[in-house]
C-alpha cells in the first residue's frame, strides 16, 4: 500500500510518499525557519498562515517527486499530536478532505511515533526484530522509549524540564547565535576544543530521566562571569559536549536495565554529528547495534509520519473522520492494545 503523510506540528510544512511501510518514494519539506530567525523562535501564528500558503503545493510536490497520481494512494497519514494546535489544524483538515474526497483510509499519528519510524526507514531489516531501544530527542522532547512491537510504547525516562533541543535552542540565544539554534551550536563548537570549559552534567538518581536546566544556568552563568575572555567556540564545545554525554551515559544505563542491544536515536537532534559519534563509540563498546536515520530524516518531516501510518494502517486503525488535534499527549497512549 502507498501512503501519503502530512506533517505540520511546528514550523515544517511537509508532505511525503512511502511505499509498503519503509520504501521512502519522496519527502518533501518547506522549512519556515527563515521566517521565524527573526523572532528568536516559532510564532505559532505565522506558523499556521505559512502552513496555509505551502500545504497544497507541498502536496503537489511530493506525489509529482514521487511518480504518484492520487488513484494509487491507499491511506493517508497525518500527525494530529502533539504541537501547535493552530499548525496541526491545517495538516489535518487538509489530509481529512483528502482521505473524504479519495474514499480511503486516514491514521492519526502521534509526532514522536513518526521520529521512532524514521528507524525502520533507515534500517527495514529491523521491522520485525524487536525489542528496541529508543533515544527521541527532539526540540520539544526527550524520551526513552521500550517498543517490544510495533504500535506500542513503554516510556523509560523523560527529561524533567527542558528538551534537548530546547537546551541547544537556549544555549544558542545566549551564544548570541541566531535560531534554530542547535545547527548553530554544532557549527561553533566544531571550531572548540570541548575539554575547556567543563559544564555540569545532571543523572537524576536511578532513573532513566534527564534534566537540562542546570547545564543551561551553568552556560548564562559562565558567560556573565566570563566578560568575553573565553573563546566562544570553547564554549559552544563544552556546552555541547555536557548535552551528549548526559544523553549517552543515560541510554548507556537504559541498556544495561533492559539488555535490550539493538537501539535507535531519532528527533532533530540526533542529526548532531558529536551525538552521533558518541553514541556510535557507546554502541561499540557495548556490543550493540545503533540505528542513526539520515539527517532529512532526523529532523519533522512527513516521510516519517507516512511510515508510522502505514504500520497503524495495517493494524486497522483507520479513524473515523472525526478524530480531534491534541497540544500535549502522551506517546503511551498512542500504543495499539491487542
Ligand atoms: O525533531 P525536530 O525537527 O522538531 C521537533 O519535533 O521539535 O527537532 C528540532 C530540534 C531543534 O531544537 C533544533 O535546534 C535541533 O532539533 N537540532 C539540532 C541539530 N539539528 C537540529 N540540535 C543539535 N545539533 C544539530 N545538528
Ligand atoms: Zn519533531
Known amino acids: 500500500m502507498i501512503v501519503l503523510g502530512i506533517e505540520t506540528s511546528c514550523d515544517e510544512t511537509s508532505a511525503g510518499v512511502v511505499r509498503g511501510g519503509c520504501e521512502v518514494l519522496s519527502n518533501v519539506v518547506a522549512s519556515q525557519a527563515n521566517l521565524h530567525a527573526r523572532y528568536g523562535g516559532v510564532v505559532p501564528e505565522v506558523a499556521s498562515r505559512k502552513h496555509l500558503e505551502c500545504m497544497l503545493p507541498v502536496v503537489l510536490e511530493a506525489l509529482d517527486h514521487a511518480g504518484v497520481t492520487w488513484r494509487e494512494l491507499g491511506g493517508l497519514a497525518v500527525t494530529n499530536r502533539p504541537g501547535l494546535l493552530g499548525a496541526l489544524l491545517v495538516g489535518v483538515s487538509a489530509a481529512k478532505a483528502l482521505a473524504y474526497a479519495l474514499k480511503i483510509p486516514i491514521a492519526p499519528v502521534h509526532h514522536l511515533e513518526g521520529h521512532l519510524y524514521s528507524t525502520f526507514l ?76 567543563l559544564m555540569p552534567r545532571s543523572y537524576l538518581g536511578d532513573t532513566l530521566d534527564f534534566s537540562f536546566s542546570g547545564v ?74 545503533l540505528i542513526l536515520p539520515d539527517t532529512q530524516l532526523c529532523t519533522d518531516n512527513a516521510a516519517m509520519i507516512a511510515a508510522a501510518g502505514w504500520y497503524r494502517l495495517q493494524h486497522a486503525d483507520s479513524s473515523p473522520l472525526s478524530f480531534d488535534t491534541l497540544a500535549v499527549s502522551p506517546l503511551a497512549l498512542a500504543t495499539i492494545s491487542s
Open 216 to 289: 543551561k544556568t551553568a552556560l548564562r552563568t559562565f558567560i556573565a562571569r566570563d566578560n568575553g575572555k573565553t573563546n566562544l567556540a570553547d564554549i559552544a564545545a563544552g556546552y555541547q559536549e555536557a548535552i551528549v554525554v548526559m544523553l549517552t551515559r543515560t541510554l548507556q544505563r537504559a541498556i544495561h536495565s533492559t539488555g535490550i542491544k539493538t537501539f535507535c536515536v531519532c528527533g532533530g537532534v540526533a542529526a548532531n554529528r558529536r551525538l552521533q559519534e558518541s553514541m556510535k563509540a557507546m554502541a561499540q563498546a557495548e556490543g550493540c547495534r
Open 122 to 197: 533507515a534500517a527495514p531489516d529491523l521491522t520485525d526484530q524487536f525489542p528496541l531501544l529508543a533515544l527521541i530527542v527532539s526540540g520539544g522532547h526527550t524520551q526513552i522509549i521500550r517498543m517490544d512491537r510495533h504500535c506500542e510504547y513503554q516510556l523509560l525516562g523523560t527529561t524533567r524540564d527542558d528538551a534537548a533541543g530546547e537546551a541547544f535552542d537556549k544555549g544558542a540565544r545566549l551564544l548570541n547565535l541566531p535560531y534554530p539554534g542547535g545547527p548553530e551550536v554544532a557549527a561553533l563548537a566544531s571550531q572548540g576544543d570541548p575539554a575547556r570549559v
